[in-house]
């Protein structure tokens, strides 16, 4: 197969555009058309001369890959299902809309969830994801083709990486794609538009913090070593606090934010000696902590935490001075909620 355009830097355009004898300019060109303007095939790239097309065909692709299945959830979220570089294996990508205001007034936002791996080597208890086992990495051009070819790539106005994969597992492809979905030649978004989410892979950690502006979400789920660990093994690689202490060199003061999700277990993560446990561990740190309900996965002993103790974990941290909230679960009718994806084509 031919090599793929879709996910190179402006540098790597240029090599191409040096190799074929094309002037420097060229790469501009090339972004420009494969990036703002979403072509599919190199023949329209019109203000390239007819020789340099014909190079290009020659050697490159462009490299889009349609999604293969889409499904609608009852309240309009959308999970897409998209074919892989590995045979037989799929990734699934979500669009969340929201709407904000009242009638007549409100914004419209379309968040796109963003799958990085083909499953994940995390082996995290409660993740349908993990639990299915890990088959390979994505590479920019499946990650950035994700954010292409969905039904509302024109709509969207966030992108967070919280689907299918540990990003900073994938660290040298995903920051590929956000320097592409955030440089001029790439799509201009904002930093702010982004967040990444991580369990705390700390090398890679110092590396997102220092090269990227984007938000930052890093998945807790018990403050308590051992506890954490017997549900997360990468707590015995790297503690939480020192992913803690990690984050702390950092200023979240501005308009960066870091928050923690929080997924809420029954009887296992939900009591009061953990919300003290989490108050103590973030005290003095620009934080929120997102609470989530526990989406039941087969075969699994977890259940998640009653409404009425979630709620009084929420009242604990807030009243503690942690800006804490509840996330709506979403797409939960087509298995597209929190830890629910699991890559397969129905």
């Known amino acids: 197969m031919k090599p793929k355009l879709l996910g190179m830097s402006l540098l790597q ?13 060229a790469a501009g060109q090339m972004a420009d058309w494969l990036y703002a303007k979403g072509i599919r095939e190199i023949s329209g790239m019109t203000n390239l001369s007819i020789s340099a097309r014909k190079a290009l065909e020659e050697r490159f692709r462009i490299g889009h890959t349609p999604y293969s299945e889409k499904f609608t959830s009852s309240d309009g979220t959308k999970k897409y299902v998209f074919p892989t ?23 419209s936002r379309a968040t796109i969830c963003i799958s990085s791996q083909v499953g994940c080597r995390m082996n995290c208890s409660f993740c349908m994801t993990g639990r299915s086992g890990y088959y390979g990495q994505l590479t920019a051009a499946e990650i950035i083709s994700q954010f292409m070819n969905i039904d509302e790539t024109q709509e969207l106005t966030n992108a967070v990486f919280m689907g299918m994969g540990e990003p900073l597992d994938n660290w040298d492809e995903v920051s590929k794609a956000l320097r592409i979905l955030t440089s001029d030649w ?14 705390g892979v700390l090398p890679t950690l110092k590396n997102f913090l220092d090269d990227s502006r984007c938000h930052l979400a890093v998945s807790l789920h018990n403050p308590f070593d051992e506890e954490r660990s017997a549900m997360m093994p ?25 928050s923690f999700e929080y997924i809420m277990f029954s ?45 009084d974990f929420k009242a604990r941290l807030n009243n503690a001075g942690i800006i804490t909230t509840l996330r709506a679960s979403r797409g939960e009718d087509i298995m597209a909620a929190c830890g629910l994806l699991a890559g397969k084509e129905r």
């Open 85 to 107: 570089s590995i045979e037989g294996r799929y990734i699934e990508t979500v669009m969340i809309p929201e709407y904000e205001g009242n009638e007549g007034t409100e914004k």
């Open 234 to 258: 990468v707590q015995r690689a790297f503690k939480i606090e020192d992913v803690i202490s990690l984050i702390r060199r950092y200023d979240f003061t501005g308009q960066r934010r870091v």
């Open 13 to 25: 355009l240029q090599e191409v555009a040096a190799d074929l004898s094309l002037p420097k300019y």
């Open 267 to 311: 009887g296992v993560n939900d009591t009061k000696r953990h919300a003290d446990a989490l108050i103590k561990m973030l005290f003095g740190l620009e934080c929120r902590i997102n609470l989530i309900r526990f989406h039941e996965i087969p075969d699994s002993s977890l259940r998640s935490s009653p409404r009425s103790r979630i709620d």
């Open 186 to 199: 790439g799509f201009g978004w904002s930093p702010r538009r982004i967040t990444l989410s991580t369990i």
